[in-house]
Every structure is written in C-alpha cells, then in structure tokens.
C-alpha cells in the first residue's frame, strides 16, 4: 500500500479516500504541481526522508515506475534491501488523502527553491532526444537534492530507514566449523553491538574499547594469510582505520558485525578508482569468517555487493544502449508484435527519441535479410524435447520441457534457469563441447566469462541471436549460471519432433524442489539439506528463506508454472 497525500491545487483531479495516515517510511507521499518553465510537472515528496521525485503524469502509474527506477540507481543498498524496498511499497493499493494544509515539512522548501531558480531548472528538464524522458525526470531529482545541499542528508536519512527497518544481519559460524582456522586475538564485536547506537563521546569508555580491540582486528588481519596479499599494508592500515572506526562506529554508531549493508554505503563514499579499498575489506571480511566471526555466506553476500557499480541517483536506469537496442531488433525481425511494442515505447518517452532511426534503419536494412548462420530453416519449425539435470547435488533435480526451434538459446537457458526456481538477476552462458561453442550475452563483460568457458578454442556466439535449431540430436551442453555461487546444469536433448499440439514452451516433467538463490551454490544447498534433515538448520539458511523452511525432495509443479508465466510475461 501506498498513500498520497495532496491539497486544494488537486482536489479536482484525483479521488479523496478516508483512511488513517499510516507513519511507516516509504509508505507516505505528499503530492503537489510544480511548473518548470512551460512544463506542467508534479512533486512526490516521502514524508520522512524528504526524497522527491518528478513526474509529467498525475497519479500511480508514472509515479511507481520512476519509484522502481530510482530504487534501482540507489547503489549504497544491498540486492536483498533492494528487493525488499520494491515489494514494500504496493501500487497496486493506491490511497488518496486530502490533506489541507499539507505537513511534509520538505515540499514548501523544494518549491520555493524551484521557483527562485527556474532558468537551471528550465536547463535540466529539457528533453535530450538520446535519454528516456524518465531518466531527464530522475535527474531532476539529483539535481534538486545537489542545488539545495541536501543530497547528502536526504540520502543518509534514506539508507537510515532502510537499514532500520530492514538490516543486512549478520550470522556467527556453526560450531566446528571447518573454515574457521584462526583463534581470534580480539573479543567478538557483537559485545557492542547495542551499545554503540548510542551517541557516544569519543573519550566514552566504550568508545575507546571498541576502538582498541578493532586494532587487534586489524593487527591479527595484516599478519594473516589473507592479509598479507594487501600490497600497500600502511594503506590497508589507514583504509580499515577509516572503516571500521570513523565510518561505522562514529558516524553510524555500528560496529562491523551490525548491518552488511554498511559495506555498500561506505562504498559510495570513497573514491576507489584503483579498487584498493574494495580488496581490502572484502578480504578483511573473508578474514572475520577465518577468526570465527562470521560465516561464509556473509563473505559471500559481501563479496556479491563488492561487484556492484556503487553509483547514486546519477546511474541511467532505462534503456540507453543504441547498439544493444540494434542487436535486440535485428534478432526479432520476424516478430512484427515485438517493432510494435518498441514503437509504442519510443512514442511514449519510455525510450529515447533517437531511437526511433534505428527501428526505421533496422527495418530497412533487414527487411530482407537471410539469417542462415543464426538458424537451421530445416529444424526451424520443429520442436525440441530436452533433459536437464542440476550438477553436483544429488538426489537428483531435473526438469524436462519442450521448446520451438526459431526460440533462442537465451530464452532455453533462462526458461532452465527459472524452473529450477533462478531469479536471473546473475550472468549466464551455454556451452556446447560438442560443437566446440560458448552462447552468451554479448553485453556481458568476455573477459570475465573466459575464466568459466573451459577452453579458449571456443567459439563464441551471441545467445540472443542463435536459436535452437542450431542444435544437434547428440548435443550435450552445459549451462552455467552465476559465476559466484556455480550452478551447472547439463542439458541433453531427448526428441525432436516436427509436430506439438500442446504449446510451447511448456514444462512436461519436474524432480526436486529446485536451486536457491545466494545460498552458496552446490555446496550450500548440499550443507542445507543435511541440516534440514538433521532437524538443525542454520539461522543463515532460515534467514535466507524468510523462516519457510523448504524440502528439496518436494517438486511444486504450480509453482514452476507460475515462475515460468512469469517470465514469459515480462519478455519481451
């Protein structure tokens, strides 16, 4: 649920609901026109960080997608945190409240402020045919929070209420652990856990004993195995300093056992071009886990978050590749549905101006293209029974499905990897030993995928691109999905048919529950299992679960169906 409040400026355009105010962060919105220049926008300002956001549409629909977009450009917050804040607010429950006069304590200043410097103002909200018009409206908002310095303060108050409200805890290992190797010469953090929300002076007794023992941390770290990879150790001295003293205990009265997701905030606030910092915390993490302090699946969740571009407000979260807009429309040619919907898109400002002369060029130079080296005419039309298998865990978890031929490799892979209960927020790619081919997404990084090809004598193919009338009867392929955790999955091809009465693509067959996301591939679903059938799972495990405790030896077909339509909703 969400609630909009707003005054007699729009008491004739939107519906008025009786309901009590709710006082939940995130929740509360106040709602008002504002002009900048000749354009007619409106300001949603949440009621208790002061975080505004531009729309040139009055109500939800506009709103929660320019919501949903400057979640994602947030970089201080964890996947886990970003999730939640997304699934917190409901559009779908929309409130209306009047409210005369309004209370939001931020709205009057950020319209003052606009009205004094329209010209600026006038600058920023032009439209630039080579940027979606809602990424010019979200600029709008760094661009407010920057002119009045309170970017910083609306931002921390921000993260705030995300880290109160949802914190990314940590977990102390199982006894015996067999990755804990070091004997700790420093007491375990989480002795100061509460009391360190305190404001605290820094001549404060426990302030000085924190800061003491966060030396011996750092001491034992800089002589440990780990440790000894820091190249500069009088930097990696000061970096950890920083951190753990001036950042977490002085600034947000944390101690580094408190909230994982304050590695992220404090990410935002260095500058790491050499990427000096990010190495030393992480293994200065991994250390932690080594000393008995945390376990390996918060390294791991560190380790995740330390791959993120730590960019604020200032990221382009819609579409603003022009040659991977080229490449998704050379591939759907012969989908008129998909030309319309792109169309549609560029129309209503979803998608920059100057692209529509690629979907005009796209049109023309391909209109009569022959994409024989992407597909097999002969297999084009026919219908392909496959076998999938996930590696290195048994009992054994399978899947089996139908899919067309003129579908992609990509759709195959991530139709796989959605059955087996994956959310696809990971890389991927395919390979097929026989054929000596690696399919992947051209976009992604190639020399990271190097590590996990298996051969350099690869052929390399976009996965985007390549359909699945390339394979063959006898082909074996592998499908690997994300490259932190390792899942494999081994796909063998069962028939293939030239008719099907049923539709496609379906799923005929399932074994096992299925992966789960983040739990430390292979290895973590194996140590959950035998946990779960010893009676004893980890707090970690039931954390990641949100205290529903799963049985891997349990298939739901209903809920297969349900992710499968889900994906297939929302592909395009």
């Given at each position: ?478 499908v690997n999905y994300d490259f932190g955790d390792g899942w ?34 292979p290895t973590g679903l194996t140590e959950y299992y035998q ?42």
């Amino acid at each position: 649920m969400v609630q909009l409040l707003f005054d007699d400026r729009l008491i004739d355009q939107l519906p008025m609901n009786k309901y009590k105010l709710a006082n939940q962060s995130f929740k509360k919105w106040s709602l008002a026109p504002v002009k900048i220049g000749q354009q007619h926008l409106y300001l949603y300002v949440e009621e208790k960080t002061g975080m505004p956001i531009f729309s040139d549409q009055l109500g939800q629909d506009q709103f929660s997608i320019l919501y949903s977009n400057l979640v994602e450009t947030l970089g201080f917050l964890t996947a886990k945190q970003n999730e939640w804040l997304l699934d917190e607010i409901d559009f779908t429950s929309v409130y209306y409240r009047y409210l005369q006069p309004l209370t939001n304590p931020f709205l009057p200043q950020y319209e003052k402020f606009i009205e004094q410097h329209q010209k600026e103002f006038i600058k920023a909200a032009q439209q630039d045919n080579d940027v979606a018009r809602n990424v010019t409206l979200l600029k709008l908002t760094s661009k407010l929070l920057k002119e009045m310095n309170l970017y910083d303060k609306v931002l921390a108050s921000f993260v705030q209420n995300v880290n109160f409200l949802r914190p990314q805890k940590t977990h102390r290992p199982k006894a015996n652990a067999k990755y804990v190797i070091y004997q700790p010469n420093f007491d375990d953090p989480r002795y100061w856990q509460e009391s360190v929300k305190d404001e605290l002076t820094d001549d404060d007794q426990n302030i000085i004993r924190i800061r003491k023992n966060n030396q011996r941390m750092i001491d034992q770290f800089l002589k440990s195995e780990i440790g000894q990879d820091v190249e500069n150790q009088k930097q990696g001295q000061k970096i950890l300093e920083d951190y753990l003293n001036n950042f977490l205990v002085k600034q947000q009265g944390e101690v580094i056992t408190t909230n994982l997701a304050s590695f992220n905030l404090y990410m935002t606030t260095v500058d790491d071009h050499d990427g000096l910092i990010r190495y030393t915390l992480t293994d200065f993490y991994e250390f932690l886990s080594q000393a008995g302090i945390l376990t390996l699946a918060d390294v791991r969740t560190v380790n995740s978050e330390a791959d993120n571009d730590f960019t604020v407000l200032d990221a382009q979260p819609l579409p603003g590749d022009k040659e991977e807009f080229h490449k998704l429309l050379s591939f759907q040619l012969h989908d008129p549905e998909f030309f319309e919907e792109a169309q549609e898109l560029i129309k209503n400002g979803d998608l920059p101006a100057s692209y529509q002369d690629i979907l005009d060029d796209v049109r023309q130079k391909y209109a009569n293209s022959n994409s024989t080296d992407k597909i097999k005419l002969s297999r084009i039309s026919q219908y392909y029974h496959l076998h999938s298998e996930l590696v290195g865990f048994q009992p054994k978890m399978t899947r089996d499905f139908v899919i067309s031929g003129d579908q992609s490799i990509s759709e195959m892979a991530e139709l796989l990897i959605v059955m087996f209960g994956g959310t696809l927020y990971h890389l991927y790619n395919v390979e097929n030993p026989v054929s000596k081919t690696t399919y992947e997404l051209q976009t992604e990084d190639d020399g990271a995928m190097d590590l996990f090809m298996g051969s350099n004598s690869y052929n390399i193919v976009d996965a985007e691109q390549a359909t699945v009338s390339l394979l063959n009867d006898d082909d074996e392929l592998r499908v690997n999905y994300d490259f932190g955790d390792g899942w494999e999955f081994k796909l063998t091809i069962q028939n293939i048919t030239a008719f099907d009465s049923l539709g496609t693509p379906r799923i005929t067959d399932a074994v096992g529950y299925g992966i789960i996301e983040d739990i430390g591939g292979p290895t973590g679903l194996t140590e959950y299992y035998q946990e779960f059938k010893n009676g004893d799972v980890d707090p970690y495990f039931k954390e990641l679960l949100d205290g529903h405790l799963v049985d891997l030896g349990i298939v739901d077909i209903n809920r297969i169906n349900t992710m499968v339509r889900a994906y297939l909703s929302n592909n395009i």
